[in-house]
């Protein structure tokens, strides 16, 4: 098997595109969760509440006859494509056409706008807002297959449409497909936009936040006082490479994968079970090769739901014991869905090197009915961490759990 290093990172976000300026919002407590004025006109959904990657434009670019297939969620995920590959050192090298790089990328769904006009459709009979690209900008699978096309590549392609671990599972796939040879290279991650259907899908559920007059204090994971999640939207992008590749061309190794762990709870599609999340978790330190006692902080997915907080932070306390730290990012970017996994393994790599880990943001009082761990609240804090694990669950009951190591 061989070692998987990650060469070039990148991403779009409510509070930036680069890690200095995302870090100066964690310091200055501010978060990405705005009031959304034109939500207005959807009376039957209760929150209003999202946060949204503001000015996003690629019109200046890119051509419009490499756009023409993307909507914004495809346009997120190959500008953050673009953006890793330039920091790997990649951009425009032979090797990304070659036949050995591939693309293991996903999203939640496609652009829902551009269902609009198969609605038509069916409802109306006609089809004045259908053309030759709506099905490409829509299906599922829309940001790994426009990645590919942007970038010409040859080798293989993973979609990985899982809801809320599409981000994460782009990466897993992408790590087991250059350990096992069958790639030297991968472009791995995540995307999602906003849209008023994503957060109408957790409105009929009643697990959306409606402090809508107090966007800076919520969502609020692992905390009593929760009241639901926040959409969010973005993009994140890891170059994955061979070891050995990397070191023969010079590249910069920003950290090292070693281990993931995925499975199902074959349950319910929508309660999160603590004993298989629990089991991802022993996956991915199987896979690692490590006792739970090496991992120095984990990454949590805290959506600030009362059953998905309460199943992780079991789950996770049961395997990595009370003594573990761990943060959830979103309630400072809210729930990007399939960006999630992909941003937070960013940002994780980002702040592992550095030794210093925010704060969760608007965790106050932690829910006691949740696991026992040492929840980073309030302030930052620093720690010489050598290991890292960034979980991710989704809807159906999909787990996943990644280890990150220091170089």
Not at 267 to 279: D, F, L, R
Not at 331 to 341: D, N
């Amino acid at each position: 098997m061989r070692r998987v290093v990650v060469t070039g990172m990148a991403g779009v976000t409510a509070l930036g595109e680069d890690w200095p300026t995302i870090r100066a919002a964690f310091c200055e407590g501010r978060t990405g969760i705005r009031f959304m004025d034109d939500w207005a006109r959807y009376t039957q959904v209760n929150t209003r509440l999202a946060a949204p990657v503001m000015g996003f434009s690629v019109a200046e670019r890119y051509p419009r006859k490499k756009t023409r297939t993307m909507g914004r969620v495809s346009q997120m995920a190959v500008y953050a494509a673009e953006r890793a590959l330039q920091d790997a050192g990649l951009d425009g090298d032979p090797v990304v056409t070659g036949g050995r790089t591939g693309v293991a990328y996903g999203s939640s769904f496609g652009s829902p706008d551009a269902v609009l006009g198969f609605s038509e459709l069916k409802k109306d009979g006609i089809s004045r807002h259908l053309n030759a690209t709506s099905y490409i900008q829509m299906m599922s699978h829309t940001t790994v297959v426009n990645i590919g096309l942007f970038f010409g590549v040859t080798g293989r392609i993973i979609p990985t449409s899982s809801a809320c671990t599409s981000g994460s599972q782009g990466i897993g796939y992408a790590f087991e497909a250059i350990r096992y040879g069958k790639a030297d290279v991968m472009i791995a991650g995540g995307a999602e936009e906003l849209d008023i259907t994503d957060s109408a899908v957790f409105d009929t559920l009643f697990a959306t936040s409606t402090r809508n007059d107090t966007p800076g204090a919520t969502p609020r994971p692992f905390d009593r006082d929760r009241d639901g999640l926040v959409i969010g939207e973005g993009a994140g992008t890891l170059i994955l490479e061979d070891y050995d590749h990397a070191r023969a061309r010079g590249a910069r190794i920003h950290a090292e994968i070693v281990g993931f762990g995925c499975n199902s709870d074959g349950c319910h599609v929508t309660q999160p079970q603590a004993e298989t999340m629990a089991g991802a978790l022993r996956l991915a330190l199987a896979d690692a090769a490590l006792p739970a006692e090496a991992v120095g902080f984990v990454c949590g997915h805290g959506t600030a739901t009362e059953g998905g907080d309460l199943a992780e932070t079991k789950a996770t306390s049961q395997v990595m014991g009370a003594r573990m730290p761990i943060h959830s990012l979103k309630g400072h970017f809210g729930h990007s869905l399939g960006a999630c996994g992909a941003i937070e393994a960013w940002l994780s790599i980002e702040m592992m090197r550095e030794g210093w880990f925010c704060p969760t943001a608007n965790l106050l009082h932690v829910d006691d009915r949740c696991g026992a761990l040492d929840y980073v609240m309030t302030e930052p804090r620093r720690l010489e961490v050598d290991y890292l694990m960034s979980n991710n669950f989704a809807f159906g009951g999909i787990n996943t759990s990644l280890i990150l190591r220091r170089v």
